[in-house]
Structure formats: structure tokens, C-alpha cells
């Protein structure tokens, strides 16, 4: 199973971020590609991508294949190395005494099993994931060639003879969903299948080829009242927050070196809570390049 399933969170906001703000609120709401800089080392860029085999997102802006080309390291938000894959692959089934369907009851089980199948999940597969798995599957586009941005990126590092680094390891991207409640994972699904994820993802990658990281966040914010409060902000928490924090110190080495490219998904970027914004407080000053 591919380890695209977890790469970026970003469609999974879609039914779980909450509040809603003007575009002309968020802070750092336009642009994907942000030069970071502070004295003593040279600039480098951190760069807002998005989970998507789209030719028109994996086919780089000018700008921003510059800035790859002259940067001495790639970063990433995970690596992706075959271990990686093994992991994600073990994390995502059912354990030999559970079942989706008795997790699910027979409504959600059905429409969820037709979903995955529309979704080229063969249904003796599909009915053996975690609902988090089934839910972070719906969220993303259908796969195809398998090229989505992060490992386009990532290639074109080990042709260039750059070094990649990971902001996290494996096991701390599956404990985003792993260690939520049952129940919290069902409800989750359930939120996913009441939306419409393929109108949504179109929108998120219109919005994203604007640059527009503040409608990314509307996109988001206009699904939330189909989760309560509390678990919305919760599950918020473990998926933006927490990471953010964590993101921003692991890349600390590679801004001190200077010349570093790093690239996270877009929506770990904006707002007060966000990246650039964390970088700023630190004593980074933030530009915005494309």
C-alpha cells in the first residue's frame, strides 16, 4: 500500500478544521513558496505543496524550480523509504479478531465499501482497513500514476545528489490516526462520507494553483459543522498544531545550514498557528517568493 495514504493531511481537513475567518484574516494567506532567513546562514525556502499527481501541480513554477535547483538539501515531511511503506501498510488493516463491519453497522459499511470501490478498492481489501484508513483514502484523488508532488520533489533530490531529511518518522504520522478512539475514527468517516470529496479535492487544487493558502482554509472551514466542537478541535490539534511545533524545531539545522528547500504541505503554513508564523516568533523573517 502506497505510503501516499498519509503523505500530506491536507485533504483530510476538509471535515475537520474548525472556525471560519476572512481570506483577508489569515495571516501569511497568499503564496506557496516563502524565503526564511535570519543572520548568519543563507536563505532558504520552505515550499507548500499539495498530494496531488495533477501535471499542473507537479510540474514545478519557474520560481519555485530555481530555488530547488540552487538548494543544497531537500527536506520533507517524512522519507520515503520502503520501511516507511512496509509500516504504513501493517497500520492501516483491521487486526485478525475485528470487522469493519460490525464496527461500522450495515448502512455505513455498504456505502463505505461502494465508495472504495469507485475508488479502486477491491472490495476483499477494503472491508479489512481502520476507518481512518478507509476515511484518509476518500480524502485524496484516485490514484493513477502514483507521480504526486512529495515524490516528484523527492526524486529530483537523489538526481541531484542533494540530501533529504525527514521532519517525522513514520510512526509518528500514523499515531496522528492510530491513536484515536474508535468511535472518533467512525465518526470521522462518517463526516467524510457526507461530504463530497471529489467536488472538494477539485476545488482545494484550484484554489492551491491560485496560491490562495486563505481559501484552502474556508475550503476547510466550510465542512466543520459536520463534526462537534470538541472533536474538531481535538483532532485540529494532532493534525496542524501539534505537528507544527514539532516540524519547525526538526527544521532548525537544515535553515541554520542555510540554502535548505523545504517542503510541507500547504495548510501546516498559514494562520496564527502556522509555520511561517512559528518562524517568525523564533526571529526568522518570512517573504513570500511565489
Request: proline share 6%; hydrophobic share 45%.
Amino acid at each position: 500500500m502506497p505510503i501516499r495514504l498519509l503523505f500530506l493531511v491536507a485533504f483530510v481537513l476538509g471535515w475537520i478544521v474548525p472556525g471560519a475567518a476572512a481570506a483577508a484574516d489569515v495571516t501569511h494567506g497568499k503564496g506557496l513558496l516563502w524565503r526564511v532567513e535570519r543572520t548568519g546562514a543563507p536563505p532558504s525556502f520552505v515550499f507548500g505543496t499539495i498530494h496531488s499527481e495533477d501535471k499542473r501541480v507537479t510540474r514545478l513554477p519557474a520560481p519555485v524550480q530555481a530555488a530547488f535547483d540552487r538548494a543544497h538539501s531537500l527536506t520533507v515531511e517524512m522519507l520515503l523509504e520502503p520501511e516507511a511503506n512496509a509500516a504504513l501498510a501493517s497500520a492501516m488493516f483491521l487486526g485478525k479478531d475485528q470487522n469493519l463491519r460490525a464496527i461500522l453497522g450495515d448502512d455505513l459499511y455498504h456505502r463505505t465499501i461502494r465508495a472504495l470501490e469507485d475508488h479502486g478498492m477491491p472490495r476483499q481489501i477494503a472491508g479489512a482497513l481502520k476507518p481512518w484508513a478507509v476515511t484518509v483514502m476518500l480524502s485524496m484523488p484516485k490514484p493513477d500514476t502514483g507521480e504526486f508532488l512529495d515524490k516528484v520533489l523527492y526524486a529530483a533530490a537523489l538526481d541531484q545528489g542533494k540530501p533529504v531529511h525527514g521532519l517525522e518518522s513514520v510512526e509518528e504520522q500514523l499515531a496522528i490516526f492510530e491513536d484515536l478512539p474508535m468511535t472518533d475514527q467512525v465518526r470521522l468517516l462518517e463526516a467524510a462520507m457526507e461530504g463530497s470529496p471529489a467536488a472538494y479535492i477539485e476545488e482545494l487544487i484550484a484554489a492551491y494553483l491560485a496560491r490562495d493558502l486563505a481559501a484552502m482554509m474556508m475550503l476547510n472551514n466550510r465542512a466543520n459543522a459536520q463534526l462537534d466542537q470538541e472533536l474538531a478541535t481535538r483532532i485540529t490539534r494532532r493534525l496542524l498544531d501539534d505537528r507544527n511545533e514539532r516540524m519547525v524545531q526538526r527544521m532548525e539545522p537544515r535553515l541554520r545550514e542555510g540554502n535548505a528547500f523545504i517542503a510541507v504541505g500547504a495548510l501546516h503554513l498559514p494562520g496564527e498557528r502556522g509555520i511561517l508564523k512559528l518562524l517568525e516568533g523564533r526571529g526568522y523573517r518570512v517573504t513570500v517568493v511565489y
